[in-house]
């Protein structure tokens, strides 16, 4: 295990991390998941929304076990490297809100930051102007930050307060693997509680215990080696520190050659899997959703793994964006693959408004 | 005269340690920076960012899990 972990600390950590995400990625498509997404914590959000019933919108309901995985992996490095800390304290509500509006500009794109890269190593070109849009969130986000922002001080709190997000996950899978139904309504529709989608991208999943299995080791090897894929541009803008960024570019190639291999890079704008190519949205949903990942600290994955660490602010923002994600559906915030909706426009304005206040007026 | 400077990251997100950091280093040029964190992440974080700015850094690990690095140039 030292080595292991040894490694993990070094330049290589998230070299390692972002290659292995790659390629089973891939493989989880290959498997069952939808077109270039392996793993996309923004729609997973939202098919577990769906799946709790906090949405209706049948076509995206599952309770996704790599996002389970992600915390159970996460505690599994903490608890290993001693590294479970339970902590609170930093602005808990607006961390919870910056989850909300982080997936509704994620679902604008329809994919948050790891979803773009695994888009673009798919060859779907509308990731491109996702990742400009999420670069541009970031920029803004760091003119806040040398501004003197800050959503202020954690501090350590009892045991019980870290364990919530893990005991949660726990609690995910087993409605996941044991399903309970209360049957049906008059017209024969299921109502609930754990819905499960029968056509469309909730439809479409890995087996269960593998797509467990990769959040698992995901989440052991992110938690350790700290990837993130918003800290890899901010760091390298701010900072001038590519070691993030190296995980991030290791992701892309890996991805990309696994789905050349696997037979499944499409090259291209149009009638790409789970997009679509109205750039505009696509650029200004992840500027949304970059400038609150960026106030809170991290990337969807990171904020859900240092959930794992014991860290309950980073759980809150998680719990966010699901939340988020059903406040999306219903209120029909999310795009399709036929564009955005008409409300994308009052969603990003509304979500960057929040966000500029809070980056503007939180200090230590 | 005690002429180290401290900053205090103590529970506080990335990238501010490194950040916090990184302008104490700037802003010193030269002699004895005391940077506080009390996650292994951050300790992590600043002792990269320091040692590439050509300081040298130890890490004494406090009670309650807190790490003082100590950088010096």
Not at chain 1, 11 to 29: E, Y
Not at chain 1, 34 to 39: K, Q, S, V
Not at chain 1, 83 to 101: M, Q, T
Not at chain 1, 232 to 237: H, N, T
Request: positive net charge.
């Amino acid at each position: 295990m030292r080595p292991l972990s040894a490694l993990l600390v070094s330049r290589w950590g998230p070299i390692l991390t972002g290659a292995l995400i790659g390629v089973l990625a891939a493989v989880l498509v290959k498997l069952g998941n939808p077109g270039n997404m392996g793993i996309c914590v923004a729609c997973f959000s939202r098919d577990i929304a769906g799946a709790l019933g906090l949405h209706r919108a049948e076509v995206v309901q599952y309770i996704r076990p790599e996002i389970v995985g992600f915390v159970l992996g996460a505690v599994i490095a903490a608890l290993a490297f001693g590294e479970f800390r339970p902590r609170a304290g930093s602005a808990p509500v607006i961390r919870f809100l910056l989850g909300g509006f982080s997936v509704v500009g994620a679902l604008i794109f329809l994919g948050c930051p790891w979803r773009a890269y695994l888009r673009l190593s798919g060859g779907d070109l509308n990731a491109i102007p996702g990742i400009l849009g999420l670069i541009g969130g970031i920029l803004l986000g760091l003119v806040f930050l040398r501004r003197g922002f800050s959503l202020g001080r954690n501090h350590p709190v009892p045991a019980p307060v870290g364990w919530v997000m893990p005991v949660l996950a726990l609690g995910q899978l087993a409605l996941v693997m044991f399903a309970p139904q209360f049957g049906k309504d008059a017209e024969g529709n299921p109502v609930g509680p754990v819905f499960f989608s029968k056509t469309g991208p909730g439809s479409q999943h890995a087996p269960l215990l593998i797509s467990l299995a990769v959040g698992i080791i995901v989440g052991f090897l992110a938690q350790r080696s700290r990837f993130c894929t918003v800290g890899a541009i901010r760091d390298a803008v701010l900072l001038k520190d590519s070691h993030l960024l190296n995980g991030v570019v290791a992701l892309v190639f890996a991805a990309l050659v696994a789905n050349l291999a696997l037979g499944q890079f499409k090259l291209g704008f149009e009638d790409q899997p789970v997009a679509h190519a109205q750039s505009l949205w696509n650029f200004a949903g992840m500027v949304l959703s970059g400038l609150a990942f960026t106030l809170a600290g991290g990337c969807p994955g990171r904020q859900i793994f240092l959930s794992g660490e014991g860290d309950s602010d980073a759980a809150i923002f998680s719990i966010g964006m699901v939340v988020g994600a059903g406040f999306a559906h219903n209120f029909s915030l999310a795009s399709s693959p036929a564009g955005a909706s008409p409300f994308a426009a009052m969603a990003v304005l509304l979500g960057l408004a929040f966000c500029c206040v809070v980056g503007l007026t939180m200090r230590e | 005269m005690d002429e180290r400077t401290i900053v205090d990251a103590r529970g506080l997100s990335c990238p501010q340690p490194a950040f916090m950091t990184k302008k104490a280093l700037d802003e010193a040029g030269s002699g004895c920076v005391q940077v506080l964190v009390d996650n292994a992440a951050s300790r992590d974080n600043v002792s990269r960012l320091v040692t590439k700015t050509g300081w040298r850094v130890t890490v004494e690990e406090q009670d309650g899990g807190v790490f003082c690095l100590i950088c010096e140039k």
